[in-house]
């Protein structure tokens, strides 16, 4: 069974650390995808009052910050990130009172709760874009971006992050509008000082309702190449490729400091940005403990690592090339933001792990390895009981815009509807959107109506209530290993410094705050691996956390096998 170890009491010090103690970086998050949580009044929606049912859960689990994925009123073209109204609720998930009762519950159990900040694109339904659209003198037309068509074609030659331009004309005055995304999803204009003050406003708006901070979505892309020129096109394609023009685009922290200097340094709140570009040298200059920018942001390197044309699952050397750049970057610096899934990618024990054979063993092994190094750990629902990648049946299995998008690309490339349904099922964004399994029942105890998205076949193995009083479970493994952080400082403000660095199955590391030392080590393999002794002594240590029993070969690993040793 999983071990964890006694409370060992204790409060972290600044003074024994270079970075400050705050209670983000000592917290547990956990992130919601409303739409597939749990649906309260049987429509197949998730729901607020669905999250509200769930609280005991989440606070028993030992979650101290919940993420809130876009709940605000959206015509749905990719699932609320196309957003009409920043400050309404979506009448599928309930009502700005339900909200309230949410927030309040969630006050009420020691939890905070951030949400989700849109504003690198609105919906086109959105007022703001509806009065820009309506005319080239409209006193909204700037606060998006408007060009005039080239040679009968669109302004210039960027590819949408969604495939396909990344421009879209529009019949009422002729000129195009730029989204990066979803066609349905115009983007901003940041250059606007008007647009930034009505932005801002919205901000203060929910945070003095009391929300606890903002997860800023596609912050990288809000600032763009000025003169919105071509990008090179070597292989002559119909759209190219264009994040050389908006990723991380020169200009783009004179915004981030503009937003702290008007709001976020006015509230005592979390900020974390989603960097997609962004790499460790650099990282310093979003989070550094004295810029005064954001406090955490989700890193996209080791999101690479899941592209298909990978093949492979990574190898340790490179999980630890990159988490160690990251770790090292801002050791005394910052804090990271840990994650390994969230609702833009696969689910991880599918796509790193062994769901045939080592399932358990895989989902756990993962877990420790992300879960315990220095910053807050972020799970996202569904990751503490190890759901799955599911199947699809068809191209109508799929609701994703962006898994349609380059369903269309790929058949213009020649691929049979059956390729394209392999492929989706590998790489695409459902996977992780499936309704959350909370027990066997009908539609896995999300609802009590078919789901908006099929439910996984596996929910029937896989699930919470199955996993409750199982201690050998997954579940039991997150909840004590999230009580074994909370216990130990060292988990949360310790050094990390690698070990076994050559080791080739073996992923391992130390965690050292003053007298205080922990070991974790990963077997990422379906083969047994052994180390020297004299590599890695565990002489005198005692296993804290182990995802398998019978521990008493302080020196090999089974197949996916984690544990976590404290140094006497």
Not at 325 to 350: C, F, I, M, P
Not at 443 to 462: D, Q, R
Request: charged share 25%; glycine share 8%; aromatic share 12%.
């Amino acid at each position: 069974m999983f071990r964890a170890v006694n409370p060992s009491g204790g409060v972290m010090s600044e003074a024994s650390t270079q970075v400050k103690g705050r209670w983000w970086k000592e917290a547990t998050a956990y992130q919601i995808y409303p739409r597939s949580f749990k649906d309260s009044n049987g429509d197949g929606i998730g729901d607020l009052n669905g999250i509200i049912e769930k609280l005991d859960y989440l606070k028993d689990l030992g979650i101290d910050l919940i993420w809130i994925c876009p709940m605000y009123p959206s015509p749905n073209d990719d699932n609320g990130y196309d957003i009409s109204d920043y400050q309404g609720i979506m009448a599928e998930f309930g009502t700005m009172a339900d909200f309230d009762r949410l927030l309040e519950g969630v006050h009420q159990r020691g939890m905070r709760l951030i949400l989700d900040l849109v504003v690198n694109h609105t919906s086109d339904e959105h007022p703001w874009f509806l009065e820009s659209r309506s005319s080239k003198e409209n006193p909204k037309r700037d606060w998006y971006i408007w060009r005039d068509g080239k040679n009968g074609a669109e302004p210039n030659n960027w590819e949408s992050i969604f495939s396909g331009p990344a421009w879209k004309r529009d019949d009422l005055t002729g000129q195009y509008f730029m989204h990066l995304f979803s066609s349905r999803q115009p983007d901003l204009n940041w250059e606007n000082y008007e647009m930034r003050a009505a932005v801002y406003d919205m901000m203060r708006w929910w945070l003095d309702k009391g929300i606890d901070g903002f997860r800023i979505d596609a912050i990288a892309h809000m600032k763009k190449e000025p003169t919105l020129s071509d990008v090179p096109n070597p292989e002559k394609l119909p759209y190219a490729p264009s994040m050389v023009s908006h990723l991380n685009y020169d200009g783009l922290l004179d915004y981030v400091d503009d937003i702290c200097r008007n709001v976020f340094n006015h509230y005592d709140i979390v900020t974390v940005g989603e960097m997609n570009g962004l790499d460790a040298a650099h990282a310093e200059e979003w989070v550094g403990e004295n810029r005064g920018r954001l406090n955490m942001v989700f890193q996209f390197e080791h999101v690479r690592l899941w592209e298909p044309q990978a093949g492979l699952r990574p190898t340790p050397a490179v999980l630890r090339d990159i988490f160690t750049a990251w770790q090292q970057a801002l050791e005394g610096k910052g804090w990271n933001a840990l994650y390994v899934e969230n609702h833009d990618v696969t689910r991880v024990v599918s796509r790193w792990g062994d769901t045939e054979r080592h399932w358990r063993e895989s989902a756990t092994c993962i877990a420790a390895m992300y879960f315990l190094m220095q910053g807050t750990p972020f799970i996202y629902q569904g990751q503490e009981i190890g759901m799955t990648n599911t199947r699809f049946a068809g191209l109508d299995d799929f609701d994703d815009v962006s898994a349609h998008n380059k369903a269309r690309d790929l058949r213009d490339q020649g691929m049979s509807e059956e390729e394209i349904v392999a492929f989706l099922t590998r790489t695409g964004r459902d996977n992780s959107r499936t309704p959350m399994q909370w027990n066997a029942s009908p539609y896995a105890g999300f609802s009590t109506h078919e789901p908006w998205l099929k439910v996984n076949p596996n929910y029937e193995m896989i699930n919470v209530e199955s996993q409750q009083h199982d201690p050998h479970s997954v579940l039991n493994f997150y909840r004590q290993m999230i009580h074994l952080r909370k216990r130990e400082p060292a988990l949360i403000y310790g050094r990390y410094e690698t070990v076994l660095d050559d080791h080739e199955q073996i992923y391992a590391y130390r965690r050292v705050l003053g007298d205080e030392t922990l070991v974790v080590l990963c077997n990422f393999s379906g083969k047994a691996a052994e180390w020297d002794a004299g590599a890695l002594s565990l002489e005198g240590a005692f296993c804290v956390l182990a995802n398998l029993d019978d521990t008493q070969e302080p020196h090999r690993l089974r197949a996916w096998e984690t544990r976590v040793y404290k140094l006497a």
